[in-house]
């Protein structure tokens, strides 16, 4: 039996994303390489919302795992501004790490009305929509990747985080229903995830694989100057 640890995952989402980024900005649109190369980067951010949910659920200090999203969400924009619109700044797309902010925001919200308010049915279930609908506001409000859908993803990832036929269900719906394209082929994330043994895996430095993002979209940019 395949056995995929945290450590899989995040090689595997980051690989994927590296290839997607790189087709982005060197390959010519519509292109077959393009094509495929985009086509397999679609696994990268499912994976990367479902280590974001897996994150939440054993991190000890949830107010420290907000702020270094925070901070590498502002650290990001210089170079995903340069990247993909080659100039700085750009305020009509921002990168995803705010849209892993507001996910991750989301759900501790929600957890914290499920502790406080559970015996309290409606009113738990009504706060909890106005969360996740403020969540999907301040995502289109601030034109962060992925926009609402992203957070969507990341609420339905938690809310069935010990059934994963239920959250391949929420990745359908999400990447193919409210999505479609390229992006339903995200739903093959779901082979890895499916496949998640629970274990962290080898130790190694988070805030390496926090940076990978910024840099490598640095490094591509700077790359795809050279050879203009």
């Given at each position: 039996m395949l056995?995929?640890n945290g450590?899989?995952?995040?090689l595997i989402a980051m690989l994927t ?5 790189s ?15 985009r ?5 990268s951010?499912?994976i ?10 054993h991190?000890h200090?949830?107010r ?7 901070v590498f969400?502002?650290l ?15 305020f ?6 705010f849209?892993?902010f507001i996910?991750l ?9 499920d502790?406080k308010?559970k015996?309290?049915?409606?009113l738990c279930?009504?706060?909890?929509i ?7 506001i301040a ?12 957070v ?6 938690y809310?069935?985080r010990?059934?994963k ?6 990745m ?6 409210l999505i ?11 082979i890895?995830?499916?496949f998640?043994?629970?274990?962290r895996?080898?130790?190694f430095?988070k805030?390496v694989f926090y ?6 979209l640095?490094?591509?940019y700077l790359?795809?100057?050279s050879?203009?």
């Amino acid at each position: 039996m395949l056995n995929v640890n945290g450590f899989v995952l995040k090689l595997i989402a980051m690989l994927t994303m590296l290839l997607d980024h790189s087709a982005a900005i060197f390959l010519e649109y519509g292109s077959t390489e393009y094509i495929i190369c985009r086509t397999i980067g679609r696994l990268s951010f499912p994976i990367f919302c479902f280590l974001l949910v897996e994150g939440f659920i054993h991190t000890h200090n949830v107010r420290k795992y907000l702020l270094r999203l925070g901070v590498f969400a502002f650290l990001s924009e210089i170079p995903f501004d340069l990247a993909f619109y080659n100039r700085f700044p750009n305020f009509y797309h921002q990168n995803i790490y705010f849209t892993l902010f507001i996910g991750l925001l989301v759900i501790y919200l929600i957890h914290v009305i499920d502790t406080k308010m559970k015996s309290r049915i409606f009113l738990c279930s009504l706060s909890e929509i106005v969360v996740v609908g403020l969540g999907g506001i301040a995502a289109l409000v601030l034109a962060v990747d992925y926009n609402f859908v992203g957070v969507l993803l990341i609420v339905g990832l938690y809310i069935f985080r010990k059934n994963k036929v239920l959250q391949g269900l929420v990745m359908i719906f999400v990447n193919v229903l409210l999505i479609g394209d390229l992006q339903s082929y995200a739903i093959l994330a779901m082979i890895f995830i499916w496949f998640y043994d629970g274990e962290r895996g080898p130790k190694f430095n988070k805030y390496v694989f926090y940076a990978f993002y910024p840099v490598h979209l640095l490094v591509l940019y700077l790359i795809n100057v050279s050879i203009i």
